[in-house]
């Protein structure tokens, strides 16, 4: 087995949990012999100084030919304009490289202060269109100023999205609890979020085994705060699943422990699901745990997609590493009330993944 997997550091504290993920996979390639080819390179700011944009061709080419791909946090808010090399990496990735699904996983963690226990759910998110304005139109912003007191936005909402996120959802389904919750406002967008539904719900014809429901995004996100352990697969277009996987992620632990993978046809792109922090940067306090979950995550896909036990082993051991540290205060980082470093919390880890059975 040969697996290439490229690592974009990208901004803020990225590189500092970059180097957890890439360390903890660097342990499993020696233990199980995942056959890890592992190489990095700029995004960002550091892009930006090198070669004069934070993101490029070059990097959409060098994703193409992995089989994995980790993307740490961008600070896209702090570059300068697309003309002068800030172009948002996140949302030309998922745009160009056509990663049309965003998986966003939320169970309440183990020891670990949540407004709920017992949840246990998946959003699953359309990732290429929806409000998103460089996702809108082939050529130009979906946002635009018909007069200096008058603005306007586009959303675009396609039947085969909604379709093909739509048997995504099924999919996962099929494997956990059988139940998938559509979210929209059809009683109001009446053509938009009308179209993503009934997709939805001819695509839940093909799968008699697993129950469907829908609800609108207000109330779901009252239900998200009430009784989020009602809930299997939640399926969503982007902007709804957006805010609603993060409301998701805070009711079970918080973003620091959520994972986050986009995944298209081809490629498997883990990425936290939380921003740079710039505030903390370069002060070895950032807590690493969503972007290694999401990296097991990447592992899971791409075991899927080669029906590879080894790489569903190395998930699972980085899986229930990070439950056994997250359970222990003293194997925390600052955030949890521990007092690792991010570099600690990477040793530990490195140990126990290297020791565990």
Request: glycine share 8%; proline share 4%; with cysteine.
């Amino acid at each position: 087995m040969s697996l290439k997997i490229l690592v974009l550091p990208g901004d803020g504290i990225g590189p500092e949990i970059i180097a957890t993920a890439k360390q903890a996979l660097e342990v499993l390639d020696a233990k199980l012999g995942l056959g890890l080819e592992i190489n990095t390179k700029p995004i960002g700011f550091d892009a930006l100084k090198e070669s004069g944009a934070t993101w490029s061709s070059d990097i959409e080419d060098a994703c193409r030919k992995a089989d994995g791909v980790i993307m740490g946090p961008t600070d896209t808010a702090a570059y300068p304009s697309p003309e002068e090399g800030g172009i948002g990496p996140s949302a030309a990735a998922r745009k160009n490289l056509d990663l049309f699904a965003n998986i966003r996983p939320s169970r309440s963690a183990i020891g670990m202060p949540a407004l709920k226990t017992g949840v246990d759910l998946v959003i699953v998110r359309e990732n290429t269109e929806g409000f998103y304005a460089d996702r809108s139109l082939f050529f130009g912003g979906g946002e635009f100023m018909p007069t200096s007191e008058l603005a306007m936005s586009v959303r675009k909402i396609t039947k085969s999205a909604s379709e093909r996120i739509a048997h995504i959802a099924f999919q996962m389904a099929a494997l956990r609890r059988k139940k998938v919750t559509v979210v929209h406002k059809a009683n109001v967008l009446k053509m938009t979020c009308g179209m993503f539904l009934e997709a939805a719900e001819h695509i839940g014809k093909q799968y008699p085994d697993i129950e469907i429901d829908d609800v609108h995004v207000d109330a779901m996100a009252s239900d998200l705060v009430r009784k989020p352990e009602s809930f299997d697969v939640v399926l969503c277009s982007n902007m709804y699943g957006d805010i609603l996987s993060n409301l998701a992620a805070e009711v079970t632990g918080g973003l620091g422990l959520a994972g986050s993978l986009n995944r298209g046809d081809s490629i498997s792109l883990a990425q936290a699901a939380h921003g740079s922090a710039p505030d903390i940067a370069g002060q070895g306090i950032a807590n690493p745990t969503s972007i290694l979950r999401s990296t097991a995550m990447m592992l899971r896909d791409l075991a899927e997609r080669r029906s590879e036990n080894t790489l569903f082993a190395a998930a699972a051991n980085l899986d229930e590493a990070l439950d056994v540290m997250l359970t222990d205060e003293k194997t925390r980082t600052p955030d949890l009330g521990g007092s690792l470093s991010t570099s600690e919390f990477g040793k530990v880890l490195s140990i126990r993944l290297d020791t565990q059975q």
